[in-house]
C-alpha cells in the first residue's frame, strides 16, 4: 500500500465548476486522477532536509541575535556622542567602548552585550555569514 499526499488546492481545480457539495464524488474523483497519473502531490522533505532546514532556522536566529548585540553597543556608544560605525567593531574601537565612562546601569548592559558578543564569537558558523560551506544542495527544493 501506498500512501499520497496530495494538494487539496488543485485536487479542487481539477473538479467541475458548481460550487455545490461534493462529498460523495470525492473518493471517485480521487481515484480518477490516481488512474490518470494526474493525482497532485505536494513535496514533503526529507528527514535529512528538514533536519539541515532546521540547522539554518537556528543559525539565521543566531546571526540575527549577534546583530542585535552590535546594533546595541552601537547604540550606547552614540548615546555617548561617539559615532565609530566600523571602527565600533574593530579592536581598537572595542577598547575605547570599554573605556567609556557611563552610567551604572550603562556600565553594566555594555559588559553584559560584550560577553553575550564574546560567546557568539566563539560559535564560528555564526560568525561567517559569507561562507557557503554550511549550506549544502540538501537545502534546496528538488
Known sequence: MHNNVGSSTRVNKTKRVKKQK???????????????????????????????RQLLRHRHRLVQMRTRITNQLEALAMNEGYRWKKKLFSEQGRAQLEKLALAPWASRRRQELLELEREAKKRPHVMRLDDASWRGPACRRP
Open 22 to 52: 461534493t462529498d460523495r464524488e470525492d473518493p471517485q474523483l480521487l481515484l480518477r486522477l490516481l488512474r490518470e497519473n494526474n493525482f497532485p502531490q505536494i513535496w514533503i522533505p526529507s528527514p535529512e532536509n528538514r533536519d539541515l
